[in-house]
């Protein structure tokens, strides 16, 4: 019964490569966010959707594209990896804004070879 | 633009001492700011939110926050720290777009706790 659940938690792989995190809300909100948390914790957002629809992008490289194939769904797809990428993603969900809390999903830990 | 400030990156206490943890914000309209805590290897977890009614705040686990227009704080307090509460505590401010809202995360303070 995990409310935001991503797959997979941890993910190693080599620079130049191509890979997608998935993430997925059994909360029925209509709102989902990417965020990416750096080696020194700090946490950043990356894109947000409403019903499928972007609302948020912030200054992420192209590499990064969300893809949202539902309401209930929000995936990460990067393109050729670089080591900078490499982080802790988390995925979260809310139903609308304001003072709406964010559900956090358990983080996505990509290492970038 | 809005922004939070967590002042000690390191707090450590003793079993059953206050535990404060310090947030000031920065916000040209009235903010919406929130208490997060994250055990280690997981996800984020809600400890309370301000949203511009009760200046005092009761999270959950014992804590509680009070919003302080006049110093624009919002500094975590519990008055009895346990073990279970070794963690990373973010401050972060909420700024509504529509439908979605963008948190904006101090750099975290990781608070330790001793026997």
């Known amino acids: 019964d995990t409310a935001v659940s991503q797959t997979p938690k941890y993910l190693v792989t080599q620079m130049g490569n191509d890979k997608s995190i998935k993430c997925e809300q059994n909360l029925g909100h209509d709102t989902m966010y990417w965020y990416k948390q750096d080696s020194k914790k700090f946490l950043k957002i990356m894109f947000s959707?409403?019903?499928?629809?972007?609302?948020i992008n912030e200054t992420v490289p192209n590499r990064f594209s969300p893809k949202s194939p539902d309401k209930a769904h929000l995936n990460l797809h990067i393109n050729s990896l670089e080591l900078g990428d490499s982080a802790v993603y988390f995925c979260?969900?809310?139903?609308?804004?304001?003072?709406?809390?964010?559900?956090f999903g358990p983080g996505t830990r990509l290492l970038v070879l | 633009a809005q922004s939070v400030t967590q002042l000690g990156s390191h707090v450590s206490v003793s079993e059953g001492a206050l535990v404060l943890l310090r947030c000031n914000y920065s916000?040209?309209?009235?903010?919406?700011l929130f208490w997060y805590v994250q055990y280690p290897n997981q996800g984020l977890q809600l400890l309370l939110k301000y949203t511009s009614a009760a200046t005092l705040v009761k999270g959950i686990n014992g804590f509680e926050a009070e919003f302080k227009k006049s110093e624009t704080s919002f500094h975590l307090t519990k008055p009895s720290a346990h073990m279970s509460d070794a963690a990373e505590y973010f401050c972060?401010?909420?700024?509504?777009?529509?439908?979605?809202?963008?948190?904006?995360f101090g750099t975290g303070t990781r608070l330790q706790v001793t026997l």
């Open positions: 916000s040209s309209v009235p903010p919406y």
């Open positions: 979260a969900s809310s139903q609308g804004g304001g003072t709406e809390t964010q559900y």
């Open positions: 972060a401010v909420s700024k509504h777009t529509g439908t979605a809202s963008k948190l904006t």
């Open positions: 959707y409403n019903n499928k629809e972007l609302i």
